[in-house]
């Protein structure tokens, strides 16, 4: 079993251990949520021979019909971008991490589920998915896992969120595990007071526009670029804006409309009292006079050469990749317009760059000045601060299970699991990439990786997942003849001849 399968964002502080089983082994793997970096690598592991069942919320099941597409889209075009420079170089050609192929097949493995609903997975096996709070169809994990007789309770935390949150509920308590499995991303860090966000976005944007600039705000595609819509809607609706009433808002992201439409179809599940009394008064949250959607290339382009203030929102949400990066070329080395950042950003990314106060960024191959303004709006996280990640983890003290605290920076976490073990008294810790327990006893088995990663000089090699995919063939094939044990001599020997011949005719 796994629990999220997710692209690693920013730099590798600690050398990475693989996932200790064969791919083609895994019977199941349980999804917290749709955000890539626990989904963006269940096209990889397909690749690699998995043809097990994947459980995750409606919403998420959705949400990942998309947003996997879409990270298979893009690397397959950013492999198709180097290996047009190293045909003109005469380098070697990569191939993509995986390609539309995996990202089509792994979905089709896709089981929807219901929040607050026990689902038997097998006899040894039940799971429940419980509302996070974190974006739409966001979850924490329950899972109950007998074996030799005992029955442990282990919960995964998915991502935590803040609460009290445009269009989405609050994030569920759970009373009660032998062991947590828990993030940490902001768990040695406090959240200013919100303030009200419109009135905010207001004020920047009115200020930019006196100036002649355009308001660039760098979003995630899904979750964050919807909520940016309903202060949106809000700015329009309760005339923040006097003077540029009439403004456009531009949402120059394919992913972004499609993420908007899930959001429409899961109101009744997954949206909070506010919104749904809106849309009872036949109000849509996420919609206003002046939004515009861009889907093409083409359009895309079109938005820079618009002559008149106008407010951009673009993914992706760190500026690593996407549209937003064509824009921040087109803005950035202008001093009248400003670009918001509303959402975490990792450090090594440009937009943790670009907070941090670079002067100068590389953009498609040129030198662009930071001119613009750059601003955080703070408080807009998804993610739950150090108080209230103390309260959700607090729930659990009358069961006291064991915490593993995950998820975050190298000395967050370690200093989120001291936290919490001076609190509440819980046994807490904050494993390695590798580290291994035995879940019926809680000892540690086995040590992981605690060798930190070292900046590797460019090699003249081109890095290729094909010699990968052979390989994961072959531990496919391998895990596929564990599984045939037991099965009729007749059958067993046939696959025997088969393989032979296969060997034979490449072994020639």
Excluded at 37 to 56: E, N
Excluded at 393 to 416: L, M, N, R, W, Y
Aim: charged share 20%; proline share 4%; net charge negative.
């Amino acid at each position: 079993m796994l629990v999220d399968c997710g692209m690693e964002q920013g730099p590798d502080l600690y050398v990475n251990q693989e996932i200790p089983v064969n791919a083609a082994v895994i019977d199941y793997v349980f999804v917290t949520h749709a955000h890539i970096d626990h989904s963006g690598l269940l096209p990889l592991l397909y690749s690699r021979g998995f043809r097990g069942q994947i459980f995750a919320t409606k919403a998420t099941c959705e949400l990942c019909n998309i947003m996997l597409k879409d990270s298979a889209h893009i690397q397959m075009f950013e492999a198709e971008w180097k290996n047009r420079k190293a045909r003109r170089s005469g380098n070697a050609e990569v191939t993509p991490l995986y390609d539309m192929d995996d990202a089509i097949g792994v979905l089709e493995h896709f089981i929807p589920c219901e929040y607050d609903t026990q689902i038997e997975v097998n006899e040894a096996v039940n799971v429940r998915f419980v509302d996070a709070g974190h974006l739409l169809g966001s979850s924490s994990v329950e899972l109950w896992v007998t074996e030799e007789e005992q029955t442990k309770k282990l919960v995964f935390s998915g991502d935590i969120g803040t609460g009290h949150r445009p269009l989405i509920r609050n994030p569920k308590y759970i009373a009660q595990a032998d062991y947590v499995i828990m993030e940490s991303t902001y768990g040695n860090k406090l959240h200013a007071a919100p303030p009200d966000y419109a009135v905010t976005l207001a004020e920047v944007i009115k200020e930019t526009f006196i100036r002649g600039g355009n308001v660039v705000i760098p979003a995630f595609s899904v979750g964050r670029t919807q909520e940016l819509l309903f202060f949106m809607r809000r700015i329009k609706s309760q005339h923040l804006l006097p003077g540029f009433e009439d403004f456009e808002v531009y949402v120059d992201s394919p992913l972004s409309v499609e993420a908007t439409n899930v959001f429409h179809k899961n109101n009744e599940v997954c949206f909070n009292e506010e919104a749904k009394e809106l849309i009872a008064a036949g109000i849509n949250p996420l919609r206003f006079e002046g939004l515009k959607t861009s889907v093409t290339s083409e359009e895309s382009k079109a938005i820079n050469f618009i002559h008149k203030p106008i407010v951009i929102i673009s993914a992706s949400g760190m500026c690593e990749a996407g549209r937003i990066r064509h824009h921040l070329k087109h803005n950035l080395w202008r001093k009248d317009s400003t670009v918001i950042f509303v959402g975490y950003q990792v450090p090594g990314t440009l937009g943790n760059m670009l907070l941090n106060g670079a002067k100068q960024v590389r953009l498609f191959g040129e030198t662009v000045e930071v001119n613009a303004k750059i601003l955080n709006l703070p408080g807009i996280s998804g993610h739950a601060d150090q108080n209230q990640l103390t309260h959700w983890a607090g729930a659990f003290a009358q069961s006291a299970p064991k915490f593993f605290i995950v998820h975050g920076e190298d000395t967050v976490t370690d200093a989120f699991a001291a936290h919490l073990q001076k609190t509440f008294g819980y046994d807490a810790q904050a494993p390695y990439s590798g580290d291994a327990y035995d879940l019926l006893t809680g000892i540690q088995i086995k040590q992981g990786q605690r060798q930190r990663t070292l900046k590797r000089a460019k090699s003249s090699k081109a890095s290729t997942n094909v010699y990968a995919r052979l390989l994961a063939a072959g531990e496919r094939l391998m895990g596929l003849i564990q599984k045939l044990e037991g099965r009729p001599n007749k059958e067993l020997a046939k696959l025997a001849d088969q393989i032979h011949a296969l060997c034979d005719k490449w072994s020639r």
